[in-house]
């Protein structure tokens, strides 16, 4: 590609030159991610050797999502390599909901101005995502955006494609009343509900860096910056012992909005308000802005980032195994009978 250069295009706005550069630089994290540590990133498309091996009657399984407005916390902070984790992590935990592996992952970086480490940067935190998800990142698109954006601004999304056999895709229909809901908590605000975040702390004047005492410490940047936790390696290991009938990946909408998508109709969850484990982010969110409970719930994941639902004699075991995994797992609700979805006592 030495030949390539447009000065004319230059002038537009379009530095084709960096493009290639942060193709280069973020190779190395690319690599991380395949089998052998090979990579042939800049070509057409992403090529994925598919080992069915172990798998009856296959189905793939995709997801896609953005990082939403959280991107502006990174910018703000000017701190750009873990929002690629949130990117996989919104992607890699949807497809789960289906009793998925996730097998690849591809990116889209929309950008007013192409600054090759800043992208590398980017991409960095998207390899570190693919590699928690064990998936290989192959592949991806950077596209600068001159007169359409701010040269400081950028958007990131994703997708992945996973696969299940057939007779193992996670089936709601299951479940009856009396089963039970098993909570994974979440790292912290995750990816979602930032333009209430961003409106209650009034992001754009206030201070990110200092130390917080509701927070521990930790300054407030810092904890809303923590990246999306990916809970595909414990996941994929309860799936292999314990029979899951539901599963729900916490995101926009909160409790409300996501819980009822993994019950079938005619029955709901009942959960103690008092056995969710709330971090404490979320109590200043909801103090700061004076935001209504029902409207933290139905925005925030309040500490659950994921839920599974097992019958009720299998939930100590599913609880160890998520344990074994690294994850606090605990119980948090039951199943019973009636169409209001979430029932919070």
Known sequence: ??????????????????GYKAVELMKKHVARTMPGGK?????????????????KDPVLVSGTDGVGTKLRLAELLDKHDTIGIDCVAMCVNDVLCCGAKPLFFLDYIACGKNIPEKIAEIVGG????????GCALIGGETAEHPGTMPEDDYDLAGFTVGVVSRE???DKNSMKAGDVMIALPSSGVHS?????????FDVEHCDLKSPVEELGGKSLGEVLLEPTKIYVKPMLALFEKVAVKGVSHITGGGFYENMPRSIPKGLSVKIKKADVKIPPVFSLIQKK?????????NTFNMGVGMCVIVAKEDAERAIEILRGQGEDAYLLGEIVTGDDGVILE
């Open 289 to 297: 802005g004076g935001v209504d409970e029902h409207d933290m719930f």
């Open 39 to 55: 990579t042939d990133i800049g070509g057409f498309g992403g090529l994925f050797p598919l080992d069915l091996n172990g798998i």
């Open 192 to 200: 979602n509900g930032f333009s209430l975040v961003r409106k209650v």
């Open 126 to 133: 998207v390899a570190e995502g693919c590699v928690r998800a």
């Open 168 to 170: 193992k895709v996670i």
């Open 1 to 18: 590609m030495e030949k390539s250069y447009s000065e004319s295009y230059k002038a537009a706005g379009v530095d084709i030159t960096a």
